[in-house]
């Protein structure tokens, strides 16, 4: 089903019927991080001084599908 068949959809059943899966938002970051790599995309673009150390930790974080807890100073 095309994305603007799904406009005319009212419950949730009509949505179950149309074949509509739901996807874990691990699988679907992880999903992203794959495409990027294949595409040659910088998911990660406009974050600087964390190429070396951060990026690739949360990158494995993410293909492994771990939680992840972001700590870190405000303001």
Known sequence: ???NNFTRLKTLGDLRRAGYTVKPVKDEMRDNLIAS???GRNIFDGIHGYEDS???DLQRAILARHNILLLGLRG
Do not use: L, N
């Open 1 to 3: 089903m095309s994305d």
């Open 37 to 39: 790599f294949r595409d």
């Open 54 to 56: 951060v990026i690739p």
